[in-house]
Each structure stands twice: as C-alpha cells, then as structure tokens.
T-cell receptor
Framework: DAGVTQSPTHLIKTRGQQVTLRCSPKSGHDTVSWYQQALGQGPQFIFQYYEEEERQRGNFPDRFSGHQFPNYSSELNVNALLLGDSALYLC???????????????FGQGTRLTVV | SQQGEEDPQALSIQEGENATMNCSYKTSINNLQWYRQNSGRGLVHLILIRSNEREKHSGRLRVTLDTSKKSSSLLITASRAADTASYFCATLQGGSEKLVFGKGTKLTVNP
C-alpha cells in the first residue's frame, strides 16, 4: 500500500498563474481533504471531497477549487495565484464518516508551492 | 481560523529527558489527535483520544484529555534525537470531518 501520494513535490509559479495539485488516496479510502499550511503555522482546512462532490469547505476564496475522480483521486486548483498562496499543500485521505468512527486521517507528504 | 493552541511554541531538551506539550481548544469535540511533522513534510498520525477518554498510551507516548478544561497534553518519555520534529494537536468536532489544527510545538532533542 503506497499510502497517500501527492504530486508534484515542489512547484514554482508566477503571480497570476494557475496551478493544479494532485492526490491519490490510500487504498480503501474514498474521502479526500485538502489543507494549506503556511510557514510556521498549522494546517488549515480548504475543502473535502466525497462521491465526486465538495462536501465541506473552509474559509478559502473561490480561487481555490477542486475535483474528485471516480477512482477517488483528487485535484486542487488555484487560480490567479497570489504571493500569499505560497505554502505546503497537504492532502488527507480517510474512509467516509471517519469522524464518527473515531479513526485517523492519513496525510501525504505535501506539495510545496512557491509563488514568485 | 485555528482552534488549538499548543504550548510551548518551542521546546529544547536533552536525549533521555521527557517532553511535555500542551494543547488547548475552544469548542466541544468528538476526538483530539496528535500529529508529528518532520522538517515541513507530511503529517504522521501519533495518537487519537476520544472525547469520553481521559488518558491513552502508545509506546513512549502518553496523551491526556480534560474536556472540562478543553485541554490535552502529550508526553514523550525517554526522548531520542529522532523525536526532533513539530507536534500538532488537531480536533474533530461532532458532525464535522475537518480537522482543526493548532500552530504546533517545535521540539528539539539534543544528543
């Protein structure tokens, strides 16, 4: 089991550009959540996908959007990049209802995005 | 916004000593989890404690939870240089599946 895999590991983009980050969840997991972690801060929840739909969203602008595919993998898209979007983007996978089941979410190694 | 606040922000100890980190949160929770992060990489899950539990052990880790004070502590006994990392607490509220993280404690274990 490869666990949660994210690609790419590092990315440099210019202000105003668009970026797509990818995540493959752990085998057996159907729910994917995305988090943004700025330097020196804890991760902040962006949104969660289940059954190919956005189910829950954090306090992030519409520039942040996502998609989930039938194989449960997911993409995070950020449009009109700002310098402040520079961060580590983490993907977490879990079985549906893991909150009520009191089970853990598994995180990938993250994608380090630098906006210049 | 971040719910949890870890204390201290940074901790430096010698190998073999115990390390204690504290976490406070604001709202009622379903469970509280502790994660470790090495050098800005991915998060590794350490331990989960449910809201109806008061203490939990896993190897050299001991976690306590006091829901009346909305606080938790993580104790790492007999620390090793390999324990050097940032430690985050994260809460899961009832009815939600988003983890709310604190800012973390940066632990340095000196050999």
């Amino acid at each position: 089991d490869a666990g949660v895999t994210q690609s790419p590991t590092h990315l440099i983009k210019t202000r105003g550009q668009q970026v797509t980050l990818r995540c493959s969840p752990k085998s057996g997991h159907d729910t994917v959540s995305w988090y943004q972690q700025a330097l020196g801060q804890g991760p902040q929840f962006i949104f969660q996908y289940y059954e190919e739909e956005e189910r829950q969203r954090g306090n992030f602008p519409d520039r942040f959007s996502g998609h989930q595919f039938p194989n449960y993998s997911s993409e995070l898209n950020v449009n009109a990049l700002l310098l402040g979007d520079s961060a580590l983007y983490l993907c977490a996978s879990s079985p549906r209802g893991y909150g009520q089941q009191n089970t853990e979410a598994f995180f990938g190694q993250g994608t380090r995005l630098t906006v210049v | 916004s971040q719910q949890g606040e870890e204390d201290p922000q940074a901790l430096s100890i010698q190998e073999g000593e115990n390390a204690t980190m504290n976490c406070s949160y604001k709202t009622s929770i379903n469970n509280l989890q502790w994660y470790r992060q090495n050098s800005g990489r991915g998060l590794v899950h350490l331990i989960l404690i449910r809201s109806n539990e008061r203490e939990k052990h896993s190897g050299r880790l001991r976690v306590t939870l006091d829901t009346s004070k909305k606080s938790s502590s993580l104790l790492i006994t007999a620390s090793r240089a390999a324990d050097t990392a940032s430690y985050f607490c994260a809460t899961l509220q009832g009815g939600s599946e988003k983890l709310v993280f604190g800012k973390g404690t940066k632990l340095t274990v000196n050999p």
